[in-house]
């Protein structure tokens, strides 16, 4: 009887959602039992994804493996309480999106440090990073149409609707922030990049005057940047817990054919990801850099790249193995490491979102043609700026990505992909930081400081 009134009182027409929600609140436990062992992020997130995969195989199991299970009334309301979860975490990284990327942005530029060859070194690390950025999305763009991720995928709960994409022209004028505040309404994240780095620079330059004047908002920035770093930080932890509600309601409305649809995606960020590293090893040659000395030097970087997850944790290995080991000039590995850190991330910031581009635009039914390449490769290149490199802000980079291609209603489509993130984010991570390793010794190339005897000695060791 009160399990009766209990239903009654959560909208519930059925026992069964009743019990999915109690083996949904015990998989919480048993993760946050993990946490408080101090079981890592990343073992928590695999967990997470296990969890999910077994939950929504029992609730296909007590469907019956419907072929349409969202017409069962227990799966539908599971599946809706499940989105208050999945969804909710969803909508929290999203709230970040503005901010992060704006005080992100300005920070960079404010903690530039002053030297003899500053002007030419951020000009050359910009040019190659963004360069690179720009390659990146142009390989995630093509393997995603190549393999045609997304294709044939309905969307659940409603039907896919072909949208106009807008003429090159108008989407350039449109990125221009006329208005600060309506940009930042209707999302608009290159007007807002596009603001921050004029903030940046103009804040950078009267601190040479004015420097008393300027120094509180320096002190802001600073502060802010730690502030939302923090958030960020709480909210990511709990995308363990989000990822077991995102695997299951996916399992539980398309069923075992959503992995299937999910693993082509996954076949196709690996391919794209071989394909950039690539690049990388002949970026080098023609620049003068051994490829094989390189890769036996920067294996243990890679390994910790892709392990941790995190290019911020790979951050002090990187720079030292830029510096001992490939005799890269310390200030040049300093500032594009760290840069590439926050911007320019060829994995998180680049293939990655490219690659979801792809996919949701096929779910929509929306045309890919020439203009809608050009708007994603300015999209994604210039959003690439500001995303922060910690475990799971690649989810920023997506939603910034869509939100700047107009396709921020269709953001709940990438749930399958957010679930798995722990399978996909391993192979972006290295490509992350072997990318800002590689972008680290062409720029010193081109400032001629690099120490190739250094780099050449150092392999016979």
Same mark, same amino acid.
């Given at each position: 009887?009160?399990?009766?009134?209990?239903?009654?009182?959560?909208?519930?027409?059925?026992?069964?959602?009743?019990?999915?929600?109690?083996?949904?609140?015990?998989?919480?436990?048993?993760?946050?039992?993990?946490?408080?062992?101090?079981?890592?992020?990343?073992?928590?997130?695999?967990?997470?994804?296990?969890?999910?995969?077994?939950?929504?195989?029992?609730?296909?199991?007590?469907?019956?493996?419907?072929?349409?299970?969202?017409?069962?009334?227990?799966?539908?309301?599971?599946? !809706?309480? %499940?989105?208050?979860?999945?969804?909710? #975490?969803? *909508? &929290? =990284?999203?709230? /970040?999106?503005?901010?992060?990327?704006? @005080?992100?942005?300005?920070?960079?530029?404010?903690?530039?440090?002053?030297?003899?060859?500053?002007?030419?070194?951020?000009?050359?690390?910009?040019?190659?990073?963004?360069?690179?950025?720009?390659?990146?999305?142009?390989?995630?763009?093509?393997?995603?149409?190549?393999?045609?991720?997304?294709?044939?995928?309905?969307?659940?709960?409603?039907?896919?609707?072909?949208?106009?994409?807008?003429?090159?022209?108008?989407?350039?004028?449109?990125?221009?922030?006329?208005?600060?505040?309506?940009?930042?309404?209707?999302?608009?994240?290159?007007?807002?990049?596009?603001?921050?780095?004029?903030?940046?620079?103009?804040?950078?330059?009267?601190? !040479?005057? %004015?420097?008393?004047?300027?120094?509180? #908002?320096? *002190? &802001? =920035?600073?502060? /802010?940047?730690?502030?939302?770093?923090? @958030?960020?930080?709480?909210?990511?932890?709990?995308?363990?817990?989000?990822?077991?509600?995102?695997?299951?309601?996916?399992?539980?409305?398309?069923?075992?054919?959503?992995?299937?649809?999910?693993?082509?995606?996954?076949?196709?960020?690996?391919?794209?990801?071989?394909?950039?590293?690539?690049?990388?090893?002949?970026?080098?040659?023609?620049?003068?850099?051994?490829?094989?000395?390189?890769?036996?030097?920067?294996?243990?970087?890679?390994?910790?790249?892709?392990?941790?997850?995190?290019?911020?944790?790979?951050?002090?290995?990187?720079?030292?193995?830029?510096?001992?080991?490939?005799?890269?000039?310390?200030?040049?590995?300093?500032?594009?490491?760290?840069?590439?850190?926050?911007?320019?991330?060829?994995?998180?910031?680049?293939?990655?979102?490219?690659?979801?581009?792809?996919?949701?635009?096929?779910?929509?039914?929306?045309?890919?043609?020439?203009?809608?390449?050009?708007?994603?490769?300015?999209?994604?290149?210039?959003?690439?700026?500001?995303?922060?490199?910690?475990?799971?802000?690649?989810?920023?980079?997506?939603?910034?990505?869509?939100?700047?291609?107009?396709?921020?209603?269709?953001?709940?489509?990438?749930?399958?992909?957010?679930?798995?993130?722990?399978?996909?984010?391993?192979?972006?991570?290295?490509?992350?930081?072997?990318?800002?390793?590689?972008?680290?010794?062409?720029?010193?190339?081109?400032?001629?400081?690099?120490?190739?005897?250094?780099?050449?000695?150092?392999?016979?060791?």
């Amino acid at each position: 009887m009160n399990s009766v009134f209990f239903t009654d009182f959560l909208m519930l027409s059925d026992l069964r959602t009743l019990l999915c929600i109690v083996l949904l609140v015990g998989l919480f436990a048993v993760m946050h039992r993990l946490q408080k062992k101090k079981v890592n992020f990343s073992k928590r997130m695999v967990i997470g994804t296990v969890l999910g995969l077994v939950l929504g195989l029992v609730i296909q199991f007590i469907s019956g493996f419907s072929n349409d299970p969202m017409q069962i009334t227990f799966v539908a309301e599971t599946t !809706k309480w %499940y989105g208050l979860i999945g969804n909710g #975490f969803i *909508d &929290l =990284i999203r709230m /970040l999106v503005i901010p992060l990327v704006m @005080v992100s942005i300005i920070h960079v530029i404010i903690n530039m440090k002053e030297g003899a060859n500053i002007g030419k070194l951020t000009k050359n690390a910009m040019i190659v990073t963004m360069t690179m950025v720009i390659i990146a999305v142009l390989v995630g763009l093509g393997v995603g149409m190549a393999f045609g991720v997304g294709k044939g995928m309905a969307v659940v709960g409603g039907s896919a609707e072909i949208k106009e994409v807008t003429n090159v022209v108008d989407t350039l004028r449109g990125l221009l922030p006329a208005n600060p505040v309506k940009a930042m309404v209707d999302v608009n994240i290159i007007a807002l990049v596009i603001m921050a780095v004029f903030f940046g620079m103009g804040a950078k330059r009267m601190s !040479k005057k %004015y420097f008393d004047v300027v120094k509180p #908002f320096f *002190d &802001l =920035i600073n502060a /802010l940047q730690k502030i939302i770093m923090s @958030v960020a930080m709480t909210i990511i932890k709990y995308m363990p817990y989000a990822v077991i509600a995102l695997l299951a309601n996916t399992i539980a409305q398309r069923g075992l054919a959503s992995v299937l649809e999910v693993g082509i995606f996954i076949v196709a960020l690996y391919v794209a990801v071989a394909i950039m590293f690539v690049i990388q090893l002949i970026a080098l040659a023609i620049f003068g850099v051994n490829p094989v000395i390189y890769m036996k030097k920067a294996l243990p970087v890679m390994i910790l790249a892709f392990t941790s997850r995190s290019s911020v944790g790979a951050l002090p290995l990187t720079i030292e193995t830029l510096t001992d080991k490939l005799g890269v000039n310390d200030g040049t590995a300093s500032f594009v490491a760290g840069f590439g850190t926050t911007a320019g991330m060829q994995g998180c910031a680049g293939v990655f979102p490219a690659l979801l581009l792809i996919f949701v635009a096929n779910v929509n039914g929306m045309p890919i043609d020439i203009t809608f390449i050009a708007m994603s490769v300015i999209v994604v290149a210039l959003g690439s700026l500001g995303i922060a490199g910690i475990p799971g802000t690649a989810t920023m980079a997506a939603s910034v990505a869509l939100s700047g291609v107009g396709l921020a209603s269709s953001f709940p489509v990438v749930s399958p992909i957010l679930a798995i993130d722990p399978i996909v984010d391993m192979g972006r991570t290295l490509i992350n930081v072997t990318g800002s390793m590689v972008n680290a010794i062409i720029v010193d190339r081109t400032l001629g400081q690099m120490d190739m005897e250094h780099f050449r000695k150092e392999v016979s060791k």
